[in-house]
């Protein structure tokens, strides 16, 4: 793997800061967006540099966030008006589109 460069973390940052309350995207998504070949890519960038950031809006792939986040970032989602049904975002209804 490539190592990850500044403009990439960057431009992760904006797709990040994109999203408006009450929407969602997933780490795919945002990897597509970006150019990344990965969303693992888009999960590091998220865990060394997103403390600034709407992080909450972004899951994974299942619309179901980590278990050691789930709930906390549900609670963050909920407030926002996200559609939450069993532990899980409503991807259809809420998902960012960039």
């Known amino acids: 793997m490539a190592a990850t460069t500044d403009e990439q973390i960057e431009r992760v940052r904006e797709l990040v800061a994109s999203i408006l309350p009450g929407r969602v995207a997933t780490y795919g998504d945002i990897a597509s967006a970006a150019g990344l ?3 693992r ?3 590091w ?3 060394t540099d997103s403390s600034d950031l709407s992080w909450h809006r972004v899951l994974g792939a299942s619309g179901r966030p ?3 986040l789930a709930h906390r970032q549900l609670a963050k989602l909920e407030l926002e008006g996200v559609p939450i049904r069993d532990g899980r975002v409503d991807l259809a209804a809420a998902r960012h589109r960039f």
Request: zero cysteines.
């Open 37 to 39: 070949s990965s969303p």
């Open 41 to 43: 890519t888009v999960g």
């Open 66 to 68: 980590a278990p050691h």
């Open 45 to 47: 960038i998220m865990r």
